[in-house]
C-alpha cells in the first residue's frame, strides 16, 4: 500500500470517527483485550451447573475477544456470597467478572449484612437462560395437581438444599404466602434431593425445571405447577392463587426463573470495554457450537445481553413491604 493510499485510510477513519465516534470506541474497547488475561470467577465448587455453565461462556467468549485469555477461577462459600463480593470488589478494568446464584437478590431485599455489593450497580454482561421454576411430586406421593397439594390434611415433605440457599427460601416463601401442607427438610444438595425421593424420604421438591427435566421424564415424578416459562404442558402457578400477597411472591420468584446463569463484574467498567464483553457474549451464546453443547449438557439457552438484564434486577428488587417480610420470615426459618 502506497503512502499515499495510506493518508487516505487515515484520513477516512478519522472522518467515520468522527461521524461516528462509537466506532472507535468499540475498536478500542476489543484491541484492550488482546494479550490480556481474564479471570472469570463461578461463585461455587467446581463440578456443577453454575461451573459447567460459566466454563461454557469463558470458552466461548475467548474466541470472540482474539488474542484474550479467559481462566475461571471457583471461588465457593457463604451461598454465593464469598465470590459475588470479590467480583464486585475487584478493579473495573474489565478483566474480572464472573456468574454468581440470582438467589441473592434476596439477600439484597431482606438487607443481608454479609452482602457488600448493590446488584443494581454491577456492570451487567449477560444471562444465557430463563429457566422456570416447578412444584414437582413423585408418582409414589399419589398426588396428581396442585389443588390436591393444598387440600391435604398432612403435611408431605420437600426437600431442599441448605440454610441460606434459593431453593429453601422459595420453598417456605411459598409454604406461608400459599398455605401449602409441606414441611421444607434441608441439607440435600446437588442430586441427593432426587435421590431422597427416589428412596420415599421425601414426596417432592421446589426447583428448576431443567435440573428435573429428566427425573420426569423417567417417569419418576410429575411437575403440577409452574412459575414463569412459555411451556404450556403444567399450569402456571400464578393462575391457580387469589390472595393479593401470594401473587406477588409469586411473581418475585417469576423474576427470578428470568435471569439465570448470569455474567456480571463490577460498577464503573469503562464503556467501550463493558461493551466489548457484551457483544462478545451475545457472539458466544449464539454460536451453534455453544448452544449444541449446552444442550447436549442439559442447559437451556435463552440469551439476553447487557441494560435487558440489568432492567431484570432491578425489577425483581422492587417489592412490596409486605412481599419482603415473607422473604424475611422465610429467611430467618432457613
Known sequence: MGMQTLRIAASGAAVLSAFWPGLASAEDGVDFFNGKTVNY????????????NGRLVAQYMQKYLPGSTFVVQNMPGAGHLLGTNYIYASEPDGLTFGTFNT???????????NIKFDLTKMSWIGKVASDPRIILVTKESGIESYEQLKALKEPVKFATAGKGSASMIE???FVKALKLPIQVVSGYNGNEDQLAMMRGEVQGVIGSRSEFQQFVDEGKGRFIAQVGGTETDVPQLSSMVDDATAKQVVALIESQSGISRLSAGPA?????????LRDAYAAA???????EK?????LPVDPEVGDE?????????DQAPEVINVLKEALSEG
Not at 464503573?268 to 466489548?276: F, S, T, V
Not at 451464546?285 to 448452544?291: L, V
Not at 438484564?309 to 428488587?317: F, I, P, W, Y
Open 268 to 276: 464503573g467498567i469503562p464503556e467501550d470495554r463493558l461493551k466489548a
Open 41 to 52: 470467577i463461578v461463585a461455587t465448587a467446581p463440578g456443577g451447573v453454575y461451573d459447567t
Open 294 to 298: 449446552a444442550r447436549a449438557l442439559g
Open 103 to 113: 438467589g441473592l437478590l434476596y439477600g439484597q431485599l431482606s438487607g443481608d449484612p
Open 309 to 317: 438484564v440489568g432492567t431484570r434486577v432491578e425489577k425483581a428488587l
Open 171 to 173: 420453598a417456605t416463601m
Open 285 to 291: 451464546t449464539s454460536d451453534p457450537e455453544f448452544i
